[in-house]
């Protein structure tokens, strides 16, 4: 198979359902974004040396994938076949974020993203996060967006920051408190 199709040459790409939208409208927008924090996710998950958050970064990759299939399908279209997008993931991600703020050092301030390559790249993580959930949120303005979409991508940013917390934590890192001048 050919990874090159020449279909897109002017601008378009067909969404899962086989309508072609521009490749600047906000739909493609919102799950190339998605497909951008996948991509930085990978890039955190490389530092992850704990077994189980390599296993738990695997999963939020997957329910990515899920997300970007329902921002990629063709609105209107009901043949079309969508993985499920579970609470259940919601509560995991909760679990994983009391978990781990557990055992950090009680937040009083705003600190500076950083810490050390790995918490910083869950810091940029997490700012991408961010701004696929502002696409998302856009979409759900013009387009029908399942709700749990937009609760997904709200917690996977917290999840983010208090993972970062927890690899400069765990690497004896020290946070850098925001001093406003």
């Not at 993580?125 to 709700?147: F, K, S």
Request: charged letters at 25%; glycine letters at 6%; one cysteine or more.
């Amino acid at each position: 198979m050919k990874i090159y199709t020449k279909t897109g040459d002017a601008g378009t790409t067909a969404l899962y359902g086989g309508k072609r939208l521009s490749k600047g409208d906000l739909k493609i927008e919102a799950y190339g974004t998605v497909d951008e924090l996948n991509s930085f996710l990978g890039l955190t998950a490389a530092y992850i040396e704990e077994e189980e958050y390599c296993e738990l970064f695997q999963d939020i990759q997957s329910r990515l994938f899920d997300i970007g299939t329902h921002l990629a399908a063709e609105t209107g279209k009901n043949n079309l076949i969508l993985p499920e997008i579970s609470e259940a993931k919601i509560t995991l991600l909760e679990q994983y974020i009391d978990k781990m703020n557990d055992n950090l050092p009680e937040l009083k301030f705003f600190i500076l993203p950083g810490g050390n390559q790995a918490a910083a790249t869950a810091h940029i993580a997490r700012t991408v996060c961010r701004r696929a959930e502002r696409c998302v949120v856009r979409l759900a303005e013009q387009d029908t967006i399942q709700p749990v979409l937009i609760q997904y991508l709200n917690r996977l940013s917290d999840f983010l920051f208090v993972f970062a917390r927890k690899l400069a934590y765990d690497a004896n890192e020290p946070e850098i408190i925001w001093k406003a001048h």
